[in-house]
């Protein structure tokens, strides 16, 4: 459990700063505001200057390593270490996600023309019909988690936290249509609809099994 909790800012942010067209700190609406106000690209090279991700990692390294170094030298249990393991993983996340995105030279962390970028072109997603007919296969494995975990876990009796990175990767496959501007944000609705399906399905799976286990 204590690997899952550690790795899971770092394979996160990691894994979806692949996915985002700009700073994540990037509104359009705010940027149009602005740049009404002070100029083209006014608020993109407000962001690129202030560098707020690295902001963050600082402050959540500083922090991490600074708990942790109380906790070692009070003694305290694994949890406290656990938790400053966790804001340094942060840390190591958000300074993951500006180093891609200032590799993938995305708008409000890349310096173009002068100083600033320019407003992101996202790409103009499918209806959501057309979404569900290309993109119904990352549905799979949200569906079917739920049932998968009921019947391991009373078959097998297999501890919840081997279910969380497994948990991430379907749920990240699920939500890649939305997140890469393929898919609406109905899209998200549907994935809810599907998970709540698949978590009643897997209840009466489960409700069967118990039956059955009892009767035999």
Same mark, same amino acid.
């Given at each position: ?37 002070? &100029?083209?690209? @006014? /608020?993109? +090279?407000? *962001?690129?200057? !202030?560098?707020? #991700? ?86 799979? &494995?949200?569906? @079917? /988690?739920? +049932?998968? *975990?009921?019947? !391991?876990?009373? #078959? ?61």
């Amino acid at each position: 459990m204590t690997v899952t909790i550690l790795s899971m800012p770092v394979l996160f942010f990691g894994v979806m700063s692949f996915w985002m067209p700009h700073s994540p700190f990037y509104n359009a609406s705010i940027a149009r505001f602005i740049d009404a106000r002070f &100029g083209e690209s @006014a /608020f993109s +090279t407000f *962001l690129v200057r !202030l560098k707020p #991700l690295l902001m963050f990692a600082v402050a959540a390294g500083i922090q991490g390593t600074w708990g942790l170094w109380q906790a070692v030298r009070s003694g305290e249990g694994s949890g406290a270490y656990t938790i400053n393991g966790f804001f340094i993983s942060g840390g190591i996340g958000f300074a993951l996600v500006h180093a891609i995105l200032y590799y993938r030279k995305a708008p409000g962390v890349y310096p173009s023309g002068s100083e600033g970028s320019s407003a992101p072109q996202r790409r103009q997603p499918l209806p959501l019909r057309d979404a569900l007919r290309t993109y119904w296969w990352t549905l799979i &494995g949200l569906a @079917a /988690f739920p +049932t998968v *975990l009921f019947v !391991l876990g009373e #078959l097998y009796q297999v501890p919840f936290e081997y279910f969380a990175l497994p948990f991430f990767a379907v749920g990240l496959l699920a939500g890649w249509p939305y997140f890469s501007g393929r898919a609406p944000f109905s899209f998200c609705l549907v994935l809810g609809g599907v998970w709540l399906a698949a978590g009643i399905v897997a209840a009466l799976i489960a409700q069967l099994m118990r039956t059955f286990v009892a009767g035999g």
